[in-house]
């Protein structure tokens, strides 16, 4: 663990206050059900719950963190929920590993989200990079971030937030394109994404 790898119980307890703000994240990225989709870097697993809820009976949703203590909350979140069948947990380092090392299918994947990631990630290239080979063609990335000048009585201090402009180069270098972006609540801005 370095110094920003949060405890569990500390995120899950954001999660709830912030369930609001995750619900309208959530209405950007227009899940529908039936749809296969993935929350990178999970955290507990709050938000992959509530995207759970939109996607089924058909849908599943893949809850990926590399942090063994977050997969262990949230695999306990989702068997006190029974939401197993729509919900699989995953531990993986998503700047570091192959698409073809993951249980997820590379292009199968229509909705994605990267909440209040990429600012603890040094290679964010390499992240949406991987992100974008789980995408299907017509799939949408949804990233969500701590806004720089606003909401900054919580969260990050501004110096550690991640300026909309290094995601967006970020991202195009990764090969994605911009489709939609502006506020996101309180403290947060979107960028959604499809591959280019
Ligand atoms: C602040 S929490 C956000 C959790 C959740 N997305 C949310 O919005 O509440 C950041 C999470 O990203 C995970 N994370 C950071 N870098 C990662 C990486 N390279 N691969 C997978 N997960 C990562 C951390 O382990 C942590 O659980």
Known sequence: MDRRDYAPEQVLAHQILRAAASERWLGILDLRPGMEAADLGSGPGLVALQMARRVRPDGRVWAIDRNAAMVAQAAR????????????????????????????????????????????????????GLARRLLGRQGRLLVVEFDPLRGLHFGPPPGERMAPEELEEAAERAGLAPVAG???????YHRLFTPA
């Not at 502006?182 to 947060?188: C, Q, V, Y």
């Open 77 to 128: 979140l989702v068997a006190a929920a029974h939401m197993e069948e729509w919900v699989r947990t995953v531990e993986a380092d998503l700047a570091a590993v192959e698409p073809g090392e993951l249980p997820v299918r590379p292009a199968s994947l229509e909705r994605a989200l990267v909440a209040n990631v990429l600012h603890h990630v040094p290679d964010k290239v390499r992240f949406l």
């Open 182 to 188: 502006g506020d996101a609540g309180e403290a947060w």
